[in-house]
């Protein structure tokens, strides 16, 4: 049996490892375009980037693998070429913006040094955690994950305790879909796979002996926990933001808005602990993706260490060279990898968390297959491309394509549909 403790300590690790930029600058700035509808804002951020990254998680205690057997049943080829489209995001996208986000909080007011030194040190601190991968667990468990939590647990009560409320007008025509798509740019669905491998491959060199149950029983208890924790802050900074909407000029910037509410909160102390926090927050989630990269590309090259040590290089290097751009830009050019890979991704994980009997390699292939082809125009959609007058009356006929949803009923319907024929197949034979 595995102990409480470890349940703690990995419970604290999946918190850190999810916990980044993206989750640290996307709720307080959806709070203040929501005003008084933050609350449908927050059920929609949750949707996205809570319970489909903790159902990731499920999946990984039930699968006990790799990226890699997310997408299996669809095909090896399939599975393959996803697991390095989404390792390739991550390293690309998520993992450097870290580091634009420490830069512009935590050293930029401070200091008048470049982004590119920013970037250098941080991700060369990137490398010597990545490649002592054992260590991993422990350090972000016991050490860096509870000052986070302290840190943002005295912003929120302050904030919930200490001012008056008074909400704005909601800028959203639909906060509910509004909260699910900004869901996508914390990137914690495809967090959920990258960094639960991160965490198998931990536990695994702890507690060699323990066993299949033990350690779903541990992966998935820590899930729930850190999931908690997750909707907790996300829904106190979500508020925050909106509560304290009349502070800020209506053009003020996502990291304009955290170090304000920061300052407001905690006065005079606001600056150094926002910097820590900012700092840990950040860094945790890029060595958690550089980790994850590197253990994928080890396992496919037969557990060469020499492999790992190069992709976390590899990883590192391109975080440097994209880190030094500013926040804003790089959560722009994400937009269209998150149109077309999060509704696959946010499949796959339901898929694997449903029972055996209603995910077989038949259910698997129509549902993605659907998925890919009505998340298309989305996609187009964010890289600027017109389906004409004709395309966008085919696509208005489909439910929830006008909040960029429209993948959703198909995937639902194929699902159905592929799990009723495949069950009349099975009663054939």
């Known amino acids: 049996m595995l102990k409480s403790k470890e349940t703690l300590v990995t419970t604290f690790a999946l918190f850190s490892l999810f ?9 307080p700035f959806l709070g203040f375009q929501s005003g008084h509808a933050w609350w449908l804002v927050a059920i929609g951020f949750c949707l ?60 930029q007011p401070y200091f008048t040094t470049s982004s590119l030194l920013t970037s250098i040190l941080y991700f060369s601190l990137v490398f010597i955690f990545a490649i002592n991968r054992s260590k991993i667990l422990d350090i972000l468990g016991k050490i860096l994950t509870p000052a986070i939590i302290i840190i943002l647990l005295l912003i929120i009560g302050i904030t919930l305790f200490g001012l008056d409320f008074s909400f704005g007008n909601a800028s959203f025509p639909s906060p509910l879909s509004a909260g699910i798509l900004e869901g996508y740019q914390t990137f914690d669905a495809i ?56 502070h800020f000029d209506d053009d003020a910037s996502r990291t304009e808005l955290l170090k304000g509410i920061s300052q407001i909160s905690l006065g005079s ?48 290097l391109l975080g440097i060279v994209i880190g030094q751009f500013n926040v804003a830009y790089i959560i722009t050019i994400a937009l269209p990898a998150l149109m077309f890979i999060y509704p696959i991704t946010i499949v796959l994980i339901l898929l694997n968390v449903v ?25 187009l959609a964010s890289i600027g491309v017109s389906l004409g007058t004709e395309g966008n009356a085919i696509l208005g006929l489909i439910p929830f394509s006008e909040y960029s949803l429209g993948w959703v009923l198909p995937a639902l319907i194929s699902f159905v549909a592929a799990n009723y024929f495949h069950g009349r197949r099975s009663t054939t034979n």
Request: net charge positive.
């Open 191 to 246: 967090a959920a796979i990258v960094v639960g491998g991160v965490i198998i491959i931990s536990i695994n060199q702890k507690n060699n002996n323990a066993t299949y149950h033990d350690k779903k029983k541990l992966i998935a208890t820590a899930g729930w926990l850190a999931g908690l924790a997750l909707f907790l802050i996300y829904t106190g900074l979500i508020f925050s933001g909106s509560v304290l909407h009349h």
């Open 269 to 316: 102390t606001a600056n150094l602990l926002l910097s820590l926090l900012v700092s840990l927050a950040c860094f945790t989630t890029a060595v958690g993706i550089v980790t994850g990269t590197s253990d994928f590309i080890k396992d496919r090259f037969h557990n060469s260490q020499k492999a790992y040590i190069i992709t976390a290089m590899v990883g590192c």
């Open 48 to 107: 996205s980037a809570v319970l489909v990254p903790i159902l990731g998680i499920l999946a990984h205690a039930k699968l006990q693998g790799t990226i890699y057997d997310f997408g299996k049943k669809v095909s090896p080829d399939f599975s393959l070429i996803y697991s390095l489209l989404i390792y390739g995001i991550a390293i690309a996208l998520p993992s450097p913006r870290t580091a634009s986000v420490t830069h512009e909080i935590a050293i």
């Open 19 to 27: 916990f980044g930029a993206g989750n640290l600058i996307l709720p």
């Open 355 to 379: 029972p055996e009997k209603y995910g077989s390699s038949l259910v698997f292939r129509t549902v993605i297959f659907v998925c890919i082809l009505f998340s298309i125009p989305d996609f």
